[in-house]
């Protein structure tokens, strides 16, 4: 019996060599199609043959249901546009898995910095904060602030992971921080959750409901499967709870949290805030800087109330607590209250309609509307200057000009 075992045994592992050889009999070509698994980026057409996926089309597509779906709401609902944010990343063992390319914290820590970064352009006057989870203890890397390289350089040289992941503990952490914010911000959590599990040390109920008293909106997105507690939390909280499929379905649904969500029921109220628009101080002053408590050289802001000098805007002065901004940090929230119309699609019918003077060229960057062979090609048209534009001018004036072009010549013409 134990030498019939030992042969199984021992087949068993001539059977994993054999598998090891065949892997590493491969050339260099071949693993390199074996890693990124190409094939899948093929699609059938019509005719049975294969060719690329369209990407760009697909984005375009994309595009155009997400910005629906948004404006179908947009005029009815209000916002905030000063947003207290903690980002908590899940830094325990589940995050080193490589089922997501090179590893989960590798791909997290990529679209974090992208988000930070989307997220400052997009919210001004707003400010963002990490908390980490490891060996079930909830850490703040990085206290609430508005300045994104100083989040972004703290995550990057905290990136390892280990141990298990409590979500409850983090709950507490952040809820602690958040209840100390004025009244009139508004108090989100975005938790990028890798476990499948939550290693807690009470009730983690208690402390959803805590969450929910101090209105507190919680998201996860999550890098496993779906679990209860974490659709409970979203649901209890009025947050949106989804799970990533591969890296860019992953991207795309932490930039959804850029914008500003809608604003809970209770907050939904006008509030007067006092800011001070300071002045930038000459290129050679010496003065004590209120941020980081030490004299500095060169140029930086002097608060209009008490005269204190701080680094960069937007931010809140140390010594009198006035908020700090400038005025184009006031004009890009601005177009969150006010977005543009989205445009209407052209159908093809339209487009070859021989009676129709259809413009050849897009009124934004004057190229021409027509693919090589001068059939027309995707177009959107302005519902109101009944200008046409191309896709890709229609994703930049949505999300980056937030001016029609069309409309803003015949303003001033």
Request: aromatic share 6%; with cysteine; hydrophobic share 35%.
């Amino acid at each position: 019996m134990n030498n019939g075992a030992g042969r199984r045994i021992n087949g068993g592992a001539e059977e994993d060599d054999d598998e090891d050889d065949v892997n590493g009999d491969l050339d260099a070509w071949e693993r390199t199609y074996t890693d990124e698994r190409s094939w899948e980026s093929l699609q059938e057409d019509e005719s049975g043959m294969l060719r690329p996926i369209d990407n760009q089309a697909l984005y375009h597509s994309q595009y155009r249901r997400r910005l629906r779906s948004l404006s179908s709401t947009a005029a009815r609902i209000q916002k905030g546009l000063i947003r207290y944010l903690y980002i908590v990343i899940d830094l325990s063992r589940a995050a080193s898995e490589m089922d997501f390319r090179p590893s989960r914290i590798a791909v997290i820590a990529k679209h974090v910095e992208t988000f930070i970064r989307e997220f400052f352009y997009q919210n001004p006057l707003s400010q963002v904060g990490i908390v980490t989870i490891k060996d079930g203890v909830a850490h703040c890397l990085t206290d609430i602030g508005g300045s994104p390289e100083s989040h972004i350089n703290a995550l990057m040289k905290k990136l390892e992971c280990s141990g298990d992941s409590s979500l409850q503990n983090a709950l507490d952490l952040v809820d602690g921080y958040l209840n100390q914010i004025p009244s009139y911000g508004h108090r989100e959590v975005l938790i990028l959750y890798s476990a499948l599990s939550t290693c807690d040390p009470g009730d983690i109920m208690d402390t959803i409901q805590k969450c929910r008293k101090s209105k507190i909106r919680c998201s996860v997105i999550g890098l496993a499967a779906e679990m209860f507690i974490c659709k409970h939390l979203c649901q209890e909280t009025g947050g949106t709870y989804s799970v990533a499929l591969d890296e860019s379905h992953f991207k795309e649904l932490i930039l959804e949290h850029a914008p500003p969500p809608p604003a809970i029921a209770e907050f939904a109220v006008a509030n007067l805030i006092k800011m001070g628009f300071p002045q930038r101080a000459a290129e050679g002053s010496i003065s004590i800087c209120s941020c980081h408590k030490e004299a500095k050289v060169g140029a930086g802001y002097t608060c209009p109330r008490c005269k204190a000098r701080a680094c960069e805007l937007p931010t809140e002065c140390r010594v009198c607590g006035l908020t700090l901004v400038s005025s184009p940090h006031l004009a890009r929230s601005y177009h969150h209250l006010f977005p543009i119309a989205p445009f209407d699609e052209v159908t093809s019918s339209h487009l070859n309609n021989p009676n129709c003077k259809l413009q050849r060229n897009c009124f934004g960057c004057q190229q021409s509307l027509l693919d090589p062979g001068s059939k027309p090609g995707p177009a959107v048209v302005c519902p109101k200057c009944k200008r046409y534009f191309c896709l890709d001018c229609d994703i930049y004036i949505h999300e980056s000009l937030h001016n029609c072009p069309g409309c803003d010549s015949l303003r001033h013409s």
